[in-house]
Nanobody, 129 residues
């Protein structure tokens, strides 16, 4: 049974930084993608950044390129999202998500969220002065 456990959300001022962490367990192979989606009030859930477990390839939404960095620690089965230069429009619930037999772009670019197999419980990120 795959489990994703997030941590690291909170309140930060515009221009500040936060780091999200997702601890993953239960995968039966090394070929999977894992990453972060977010959902702001009244908006659809969107892919933010994803990474492929096998080769480390990454995907970033245009809105976060140059500000967010995703990384993985395979020994600890943990994925980190470093968020810098945060803006009020980054305010959302951030969800860790994963799919077996998938790559980073396939996961984050998936328009059909019901096809994503595994989700974390979500963590709130609020950017406000």
């Amino acid at each position: 049974q795959v489990q994703l456990v997030e941590s690291g959300g909170g309140l930060v001022q515009p221009g500040g930084s936060l780091r999200l962490s997702c601890a993953a367990s239960g995968f039966t192979s090394d070929y999977y993608a894992i990453g972060w989606f977010r959902q702001a009030p009244g908006k659809e859930r969107e892919g933010v950044s994803c990474i492929s477990r096998s080769d480390g390839s990454t995907y970033y939404a245009d809105s976060v390129k140059g500000r967010f960095t995703i990384s993985r620690d395979n020994a600890k089965n943990t994925v980190l999202l470093q968020m810098n230069s945060l803006k009020p429009e980054d305010t959302a619930v951030y969800y860790c998500a994963a799919n077996q037999d998938e790559n980073a772009e396939g996961l984050c670019g998936n328009q059909y969220l019901f096809l994503i197999e595994y989700w974390g419980q979500g963590t709130q990120v609020t950017v406000s002065s």
